[in-house]
Nanobody, 121 residues
Framework: QVQLVESGGGLVQAGDSLRLSCAAS????????MGWFRQAPGKEREIVGS????????SYTDAVKGRFTISRDNAKNAVYLQMNSLNPEDTAVYYC??????????????WGQGTQVTVSS
């Protein structure tokens, strides 16, 4: 049974940084692209970014380029999302995802349960 468990969410102020973690189990981690999605209130879920299994390839949505960084530790079956220069528009539930493709697709194979990130102005 595949499990993706996020942690690290919370309430921060604009300009602050936050690091999300996702612990994966039940899958051969290096064979999966890992990514992060987010869903703000009243909006559709959107992909934030993803990283290939080897870590060689990454992609980010334009809204977070230069501020957010995805990394992974294949020895620990973990993926991270470092978020810098946060602003209120980043407020959302953040979801970890795993996909057997090179990068995470719009409908990945597995989802985590989500962690809330709230950025106050």
């Amino acid at each position: 049974q595949v499990q993706l468990v996020e942690s690290g969410g919370g309430l921060v102020q604009a300009g602050d940084s936050l690091r999300l973690s996702c612990a994966a189990s039940g899958l051969t981690f290096i064979r999966y692209a890992m990514g992060w999605f987010r869903q703000a209130p009243g909006k559709e879920r959107e992909i934030v970014g993803s990283m290939s299994g080897s870590g060689r390839f990454t992609s980010y949505t334009d809204a977070v380029k230069g501020r957010f960084t995805i990394s992974r530790d294949n020895a620990k079956n973990a993926v991270y999302l470092q978020m810098n220069s946060l602003n209120p528009e980043d407020t959302a539930v953040y979801y970890c995802a795993a996909d057997s493709s090179l990068l995470v697709r719009a409908t990945p194979d597995y989802w985590g349960q989500g962690t809330q990130v709230t950025v106050s102005s």
